[in-house]
């Protein structure tokens, strides 16, 4: 660490939103050339206080005092100047655009009587910039055609262009390859050695643990305490987080597992997967590693009929089914939970209730149309159920936590009584309490006969929950592994097998292009 | 080598957008064989620069509509401001240049007005651009029917000749909308406030996260938008050398429809106004058809919805 100065420190913050204190005086401080780790629940008041630094949300009180002088952030372009950039959770990007006109929204470079864009300097520009970030992107192309990785290393980039000397980063690895973070942590301790602050807001304890040099903890909108990482334990910071000792973070029951409920024979979707073949037994969790383009999205939505170009066999307990639509895919017993919960899973203007069963509103149809009462009724049981904080039913969803809307998604799937149900990375962005929740809840659905398919990213998440590892590789599968048996290196090996001939072409970091 | 190939098809701009509009021009042509295999008005080049001379008007209203809805707007109040115009004109101008004067630029100044009253109402009050064009499309045609109660006024054609000449294969309106229609091509491509423009429309989160001025950016474009609508109108009194306070219409629907043919939508974010001016011309000339064969209008407003539903269904609306 170089120095002791203060950058920032924002003394005593309150922010109250109508029904929920959101922030109940928070202090945060940051020395130069430090990168200081931002942790806690869902909920717990982390974006809001970084969206007060970012002039996006107005304090109630408090103070932000910046190179020893208070200042009042009002609107994001003043947080431009006084030498702050955002790396967003939520991408903030606009998809019309090039990369390199997201990269320099609002400082184009520009010549000319007319004051016009210099398109060429714009590209060369970007083009150096990325290549000194070691990230292999055209800057000609629309962030529409980028993957979600991509996108979020155009984010970065865009930030680290701002030249800031604090730089936040929400959430920065959420959709990153391995590959992809070691590159950022590289860039991290460059910006360090540069005399950058970074605050970095992560779920991720290895990542905190690997990069941070303090971390704070909020809990309920309240300050919990700052830990110097070096002197602390990841139990520690869990404890702090929580409120309370959790030992163990990951359980997997085993259950009896009885027939086979799907199998998929030969299933090909052109260029993207090939020859698909597997088993799935009633009372097991198969997780499917891969690296990001290894086609395991797209094989989730082929089962679900959401992609329908598809070509192979599909049974479900035995009986070979045609699946045309999401529809007849649930009529056929499977439920999909998409990745992207807020663009394909959630209605954030309904409420709770109606999220709840709107995959199984015919189950409340009566003489009349529909039966509120029975709504109410089944609705309750899955709140309960999934232990689902909500004021009431009636809540709008969009105010819930990120946390319990997946929840809600789950109940949804859950109502619609599956035989098997797929999940896509049904952890992403979720703090630890309500990560072990749900996986409380997936060993349930498994005792109670159901076969589960789950994507996930984090490697150790796989490894702990699942009863089958399945790793795709480049469109195939590369292996199918007995959770008991199975060693990280094996999985991983497997999770490249296909790729190398890519990389050698130029095609790194997992990234493909589309 | 395969992708040195596919970056100068990138280069020369053949992304699906652009083959889309290749495509509109591609009809476009078609429609314009067909028309003249059935009408005379188009076997000679003087009768087919009448035609284009005809539809400036709407050309200069739907540049400004396009404008609007790359922002993720729309503007119902285009149709009253180019009323306002007629009506002003045919209020004021009489034997005199200085009236003629005075008349375009108070035309000019109203559109100004209520294009900040627009963007005003859409940002700073937050209400939807649908429902604050629809106030305002009331307003304008309030004020176009206080001007000039009813149709009349003559407008002398040589006091306006700078304008509205045609002499021989000449058209003054066309080349007056051929500069105008470039000058926005350049700026929606190679201004910054003309990719701000597409920027807002395509998120406005992330627009003001960057640092941009998202309202003054949506209420300039509204501005652009009302006084291109006004320019539309002096163009319709240079034709119809008249004022009427409800010549402008039909305008409100004809524009955005041509907007939307031409690939712009009502998401924002996205659109060209070569796209829009493949639209002008498309609607322009069937309905310059459709009189000419004496249909109905009833007829022919069914006629037009058919093919918007045609050309908007084309597309593949890529949600957010």
Known sequence: ?514 | MWKRKQQTVKEMGLSRDNVRILGLYIVLLFIGVFASIFSIYFRSLENIFNVIAQIVPLGFVALGQTIVLITAGVDLSVGGIVSISTAICAKLIYTKYTSVAIAFLLSLLFGTIFGYINGVMRTKLRIDSFIATLCTMLITQGVALAILPRPGGYISAELISFISLEKGILRLPIVYFAFTFLVIYVFLKYHPLGRYFYAVGGNSKAANASGLNVDAIIIKAHIMCSILAAIGGLFLVARIKSGDPNVGSPFVLDSIVAVLIGGTTFIGGKGSIVGTLAGVFILGIISNVLNMYGINPFYQYIIKGIIFVIAVSTYRYKGK
């Open chain 1, 1 to 514: 660490m170089s120095g002791n100065s203060l950058i920032l420190k924002m003394e005593n913050i309150t922010k109250s939103f109508p029904g929920v204190k959101a922030l109940k005086g928070v202090n945060f401080e940051l020395r130069k050339g430090e990168v200081h780790a931002l942790v806690g629940e869902n909920g717990a008041g982390k974006t809001t206080l970084m969206n007060v630094l970012n002039g996006l949300v107005q304090k109630d009180s408090g103070k932000i005092i910046i190179d020893g002088r208070e200042t009042n952030i009002i609107t994001p372009s003043q947080t431009r100047e006084a030498g702050i950039s955002f790396i967003h959770q939520e991408l903030e990007l606009i998809p019309e655009l090039t990369v390199k006109e997201n990269m320099l929204l609002g400082q184009e470079t520009r010549k000319g009587l007319f004051r016009l864009i210099d398109w060429k300097a714009m590209e060369s520009k970007t083009r150096d910039f990325l290549k000194k970030l070691d990230i292999h992107l055209d800057p000609n192309e629309k962030i529409l055609n980028l993957s979600i990785a991509q996108q979020q290393l155009v984010e970065i980039a865009k930030a680290l262009y701002q030249n800031a000397r604090i730089i936040v980063m929400d959430e920065p690895t959420s959709s990153l390859t391995d590959e992809d973070v070691k590159k950022l942590f590289k860039i991290i301790r460059d910006l360090k050695n540069q005399g950058c602050a970074i605050i970095y807001v992560s779920h991720v304890m290895d990542e905190i643990f690997e990069i941070s040099d303090r971390i704070t903890v909020l809990r309920d909108g309240m300050y919990i305490g700052t830990e110097v990482t070096k002197d602390t334990t990841r139990d520690k910071i869990f404890s702090m987080i929580v409120g309370k000792d959790i030992k163990r973070r990951y359980i997997r029951e085993e259950v009896k597992k009885g027939n086979v409920i799907l199998k998929v024979v030969g299933l090909t979707y052109n260029g993207i997967f090939q020859d698909i073949n597997f088993e799935l037994r009633a009372g097991e969790l198969i997780g499917i590693a891969g690296l990001m383009g290894a086609g395991r999205t797209e094989l989730l939505e082929a089962l679900f009929g959401i992609i329908k170009e598809v070509t192979g066999e599909i049974y479900v307990n035995g009986k070979k089914v045609h699946i045309k639509s999401p529809e007849s895919a649930i009529k056929n017993g499977l439920y999909y939970i998409s990745e992207n919960r807020r663009d394909k899973g959630l209605f954030p203007t309904l409420s709770v209730a109606d999220n709840i069963v709107v995959s199984s509103m015919d189950q409340h149809r009566g003489l009349f149309g529909i039966k509120k009462s029975s709504i109410i009724e089944s609705s309750e049981k899955l709140i309960n159920q999934l232990n689902i904080k909500t004021p009431s039913l009636k809540q709008v969803l969009a105010n819930l936590s990120g946390g319990n809307q997946q929840k809600v998604i789950l109940a949804r799937g859950i109502k619609t009584e599956p035989k098997i149900i797929m999940l896509n990375e049904p952890t992403r962005g979720i703090d630890v309490g309500t990560k072990v929740e749900i996986y409380k809840l997936l060993n349930r659905l498994k005792a109670r006969g159901l076969g589960i398919l789950m994507i996930s990213s984090e490697l150790p998440e796989v490894m702990e929950i699942s009863d089958k590892i399945l790793v795709m590789s480049a469109g195939k599968i590369s292996g199918i592994f007995d959770n008991i048996s199975v060693t990280k290196e094996q999985i991983l090996s497997a999770m490249f097998k296909y790729v190398e001939k890519k990389a050698a072409n130029g095609e790194r970091n997992g990234i493909i292009k589309r």
